[in-house]
């Protein structure tokens, strides 16, 4: 994995604040319930500052830290939390400093070794890492859903990143320094009309890797594809991401 920092994001981070899906309220309740306290939580590659919004509403403090300024400039500003541009392996942060460290749909853009190095060093004695994604997104109607994983898999799919991979088997070719823990099933699910599926399409890196080497729009192709097999354009389906979830205790002191 490279350790140099490729924004992967910087094309569409705008299309990226818009159209993202938001995680399950219960996963970030059940996260502070496992911190030694709720005092300071770090969001690391905090993107357009989702998941840091809900670690707002359990922690007095959130550092959401982003090597992109373009996402930074993108976040959604909240008095609990404080953006900064820096890298996963150097935040800046003090040590011993942090309750929870959060890693949302990131890892797999880190140099891994370096970054758990990192949060060992911010996290307090007993403090808890938790690191997620969500894989392939499934569509309601077999239809719709056999048009999206083609999408996925063979018109955008050559345009992903190598890291890719590490979403889609849930990290776990990736280190885990840490004490596990056992964590409940999560799953995202969102009712998305055609344009705001067609948004979540825009917003991927893969989608831009293609656009910016063969001078095209795959999406508003599938858009052609899919609005037969949709129904009316305002129709909402479900649509669902399983959240793959590792979750580990920093040594305690002594």
């Not at 140099?4 to 604040?17: C, G, I, P, T």
């Not at 992109?68 to 400039?73: D, R, V």
């Not at 067609?198 to 899919?226: H, M």
Request: hydrophobic letters at 45%; charged letters at 20%.
């Amino acid at each position: 994995m490279s350790t140099s920092f490729s924004d992967h994001f910087k094309n569409v981070s705008r299309q990226y604040a818009e159209s993202r899906p938001t995680y399950p309220p219960e996963l970030f309740a059940w996260l502070a319930a496992q911190s030694p306290a709720t005092g300071h939580a770090w969001d690391c590659a905090t993107g357009n500052g989702q998941a840091a919004l809900d670690l707002a509403q359990h922690f007095q403090q959130v550092t959401a830290t982003d090597a992109s300024a373009a996402q930074i400039g993108q976040a959604i500003r909240h008095e609990r939390i404080d953006y900064r541009v820096a890298p996963a392996e150097a935040s800046g942060l003090a040590a011993g400093s942090i309750d929870l460290v959060v890693v949302a749909q990131a890892l797999h853009w880190f140099a891994v070794e370096r970054f758990h190095a990192e949060a060992t060093r911010v996290l307090k004695p007993g403090g808890v890492i938790a690191e997620w994604s969500y894989g392939v997104l499934t569509v309601e109607g077999a239809e719709v859903d056999a048009l999206v994983q083609h999408f996925y898999h063979d018109v955008v799919g050559p345009w992903w990143p190598a890291e890719r991979r590490h979403v889609e088997n849930g990290y776990r070719e990736l280190e885990f320094p840490f004490q596990p823990i056992a964590a409940p099933t999560f799953t995202m699910r969102i009712n998305w009309n055609l344009e705001r599926l067609l948004g979540y399409f825009r917003s991927w890196s893969a989608t831009a890797r293609y656009r910016e080497n063969c001078a095209d729009d795959p999406v508003a192709a599938l858009a052609q594809r899919l609005r037969p097999v949709w129904g009316v354009p305002e129709l909402e389906r479900k649509v669902c991401w399983p959240l793959a979830l590792r979750v580990g205790r920093a040594a305690a002191s002594g």
